[in-house]
């Protein structure tokens, strides 16, 4: 049966989107939103990078993984949420998993 069928995989879905911001101010604060999301991944695309590179591959090869890597962080935190919402992670366990996707 497909979770996101059920009533309470709708639930969980309703949950995650009712924790963030209304339309309305996140329409109204565009413009910072975009700015920092770009930071956010070229700082993180940039460390990746640099990691890949100390790994000995080249730097065309360092950027393409740190761009491709970048946003898959935020991801994994919506993907925690829905899972402890539908009960399938336990909260500990959801907890954990979030402080290794922090790093």
């Known amino acids: 049966e497909n979770p996101w069928t059920t ?6 879905l309703r949950a ?7 339309g309305g101010f996140l329409f109204a604060h565009l413009h910072v ?5 770009l930071s956010l991944t070229l700082v993180k695309s940039s460390l ?9 591959f080249p730097w065309r090869t360092a950027w393409a993984v740190g761009g491709q890597l ?12 829905i ?14 998993s979030r402080g290794v996707s922090s790093l």
């Open 70 to 81: 970048a946003h898959v962080g935020e991801f994994a935190f919506i993907l925690l949420s």
């Open 48 to 56: 990746i990078a640099v990691v890949v590179r100390w790994f000995g």
């Open 16 to 22: 995650v989107a009712a924790s963030l911001a209304s």
């Open 7 to 12: 009533h309470q995989g709708q639930q969980g």
């Open 33 to 37: 939103l975009a700015l920092g999301a």
């Open 83 to 96: 899972a402890t919402q539908l009960q399938i992670l336990s909260p500990q366990a959801a907890g954990s």
